[in-house]
């Protein structure tokens, strides 16, 4: 078995969906196609949610049309004869008119649930009207039968693994097994999401559970780059990153891949590929247990990172100081990405500010708290950093004219985090890919 997940761009338009056609039919070993809505559904699905909270039912209403006509546009190119243009009608008539009945009833979280499913719901449902046109043999397995998420939004491995084999079973028979990226089931058994992007996540726990041999996860991209391509100029895709190294890059903003969907895949041991629709043979980037290299391997960063320093003279030579501090930040379940420590002081960063003015107040009376807005964290992530030769000195050298602010190296033997402000991100990332790649 293996997983091809295809992003909304790569569906995006009718040309796309035939090239994905192409791609999931260049071998013959059973697949499971995991798609996401067509890019820019799922935003225009979330403006009209807006529009339906707020009451504006008329501009719910305009949101709907423009969005019918788009798909209107969409089957004419995607399909030709006239049998499969009907049933391609049938399919967004009958999304249409759900999301028509829904400016007539009353809002609620679990109908903007509703709503926003219905991008996968239809992208799938166009791409298996086009490969019936093909002849491509094929089934559609339902999503909501088997990606299940529990009472804290968290995905239930187990029951998946067992739905999803019940839905395999009933399609032993066939090669291609096409689904829906994103969507779910929640402990209520309602339709729920694993939240925007969540397609790789599926594509991740669908590998995890089918113990898949791989999970290719394909888009407008070569791979994972070794810096951020919008603001340096020369970046290059990187061959092979072990687990760890690519939930941290997830983590701290290379956008390519959602952050949460490594684990599926590494608790399961299953290769993840990310590849591109443009160049189907390009190498692109390999995740896998192994690094395959010591070494730094790529900076990532990640920005709207609030800077907390708490500094307090009664710290000195105290005991229990962080548990009471961390306490804090566990009471307004605000995660904390870095920690840096001396004597009389701590600084903590979080990435955002829900809670920040509850937090400072219980801060208070532990010291002086003070917060530094707009930073950003760069991360510098490889293998077995701390064992790389003269790493630090090209590190500072490299930055010898950036304000770094905090800085958190032995964490893990994957990832030195700086914090710079947020105005001196683009700065850091250049000299940053000089200095350490020579790029
Ligand atoms: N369609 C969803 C989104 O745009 C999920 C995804 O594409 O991964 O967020
Ligand atoms: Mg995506």
Excluded at 246 to 256: R, S, T
Excluded at 305 to 329: C, P, Q
Aim: hydrophobic share 45%; glycine share 6%.
């Amino acid at each position: 078995m293996k997983v091809m997940k295809f992003g909304g761009t790569s569906v995006g338009k009718p040309e796309r969906m035939h090239e994905v056609a192409q791609l999931i039919t260049k071998d013959n070993t059973q697949k499971i196609v995991v798609l996401s809505a067509l890019s820019g559904t799922t935003n225009a699905l979330v403006e009209i949610s807006n529009h339906l909270a707020a009451g504006d039912r008329r501009a719910a209403e305009n949101r709907i049309d423009l969005l019918l006509e788009h798909y209107k546009n969409f089957i004419q190119q995607l399909v030709v004869t006239e049998a499969c243009r009907t049933k391609a009608n049938a399919v967004i008539a009958e999304h249409f008119e759900f999301l028509r009945i829904i400016l007539r009833i009353s809002f609620s979280e679990a109908l903007n649930k509703d709503i926003l499913a219905q991008g996968e719901l239809m992208s799938t449902k166009l791409f298996c009207v086009y490969l019936e046109e093909k002849g491509i043999d094929h089934a559609l397995l339902p999503a909501l039968e088997f990606m299940l998420i529990d009472a804290n939004e968290e995905p239930q491995l187990d029951m998946i693994k067992v739905k999803l084999a019940e839905q395999l079973k009933l399609h032993s028979d066939k090669k291609i097994l096409v689904t829906q990226g994103y969507i779910c089931r929640n402990a209520r058994g309602e339709v729920d999401n694993l939240k925007r992007g969540g397609s790789d996540y599926t594509a991740s726990l669908v590998a995890a559970a089918s113990h898949a041999t791989v999970c290719e996860i394909w888009t407008d991209i070569d791979g994972m780059h070794n810096n951020d391509p919008r603001v340096v100029s020369k970046t290059v895709a990187i061959e092979q990153l072990s687990f760890d190294e690519a939930a941290e890059l997830a983590y701290f903003g290379a956008k390519i891949l959602h952050p949460t969907c490594i684990w599926p895949a590494q608790q399961e041991n299953v290769p993840v590929r990310l590849l591109n629709t443009m160049q189907p043979d390009a190498p692109g980037t390999v995740i896998t247990k192994e690094a395959g290299s010591v070494g730094v391997k790529a900076v990532a960063a990640k920005d709207g990172i609030i800077a907390i320093k708490i500094k307090s003279s009664r710290m000195l030579l105290a005991y229990g100081f962080l548990r009471k501090v961390f306490e804090v930040f566990e009471k307004y379940k605000t995660s904390i990405d870095m920690i840096t420590t001396s004597e009389v002081a701590v600084s903590v960063t979080i990435d955002n500010d829900h809670f920040l003015a509850q937090i400072v107040k219980e801060l208070e009376p532990f010291g002086t708290v003070d917060i530094e807005k707009k930073q950003t964290i760069v991360s510098i992530v490889g293998n077995e950093i701390a064992q790389t030769e003269h790493v630090l000195q090209l590190l500072f050298d490299a930055l010898r004219d950036v304000p770094v602010t905090m800085v958190s190296y032995g964490g893990s033997p994957h990832n030195i985090s700086l914090l710079v402000p947020g105005s001196e991100k683009n700065k850091t990332l250049q000299l940053l890919n000089s200095g350490l790649f020579g790029l």
